[in-house]
């Protein structure tokens, strides 16, 4: 299964999620921490996550022990939010020969390598997928100097 829908939204493979502070008062996980959509089983979605916690598993193996939590359909609704983009990239910024000027994006790690930071844009450049935190495509190395941050991110309601 590739994916899901929940409420009005379809929600994939290396989707991003943003826990929410009913995720932190159920201790699943601290508010703001971002998870990848890993996986889907029997009405459930494996999330994972880069940072380990102890309340949380492999997913039946498929990422390391304590970065995997599968968690109900239903409850997602509840503890996790669909991140909205949180820069813009810049005029006169490219990837491969190709402008990337005034598309949205999201940062998929902190904190930047050698300046650059790895970001999830709004459409299909022909990039890379994040090494799974992000949609096929859709990745792309962009130096800091060309993001600038959207004053007031979105969050993306799930109805």
Known sequence: MQSV???????????????????????????????????FKLGLVGLYCTKGFG????????VAGHH???????????????PGYTHIVVDGATYKNRDISGCQCRILHQPPIRDYYFVELDKNVSGGCGDGLGKRGHCVPVHIENLTAIKDPKVIPWD
């Open 55 to 62: 309340n949380w598993g492999s997913l039946d193996g498929m």
């Open 5 to 39: 829908v929940i409420g009005s939204k379809t929600l994939s493979l290396g989707d991003l999620l943003v826990a929410g502070p009913l995720a932190f008062k159920n201790a699943i996980c601290p508010q703001g921490i971002v998870t990848t959509v890993k996986a």
């Open 68 to 82: 995997g939590y599968w968690i109900k359909y239903d409850q997602l609704k509840e503890f996790f939010h669909l």
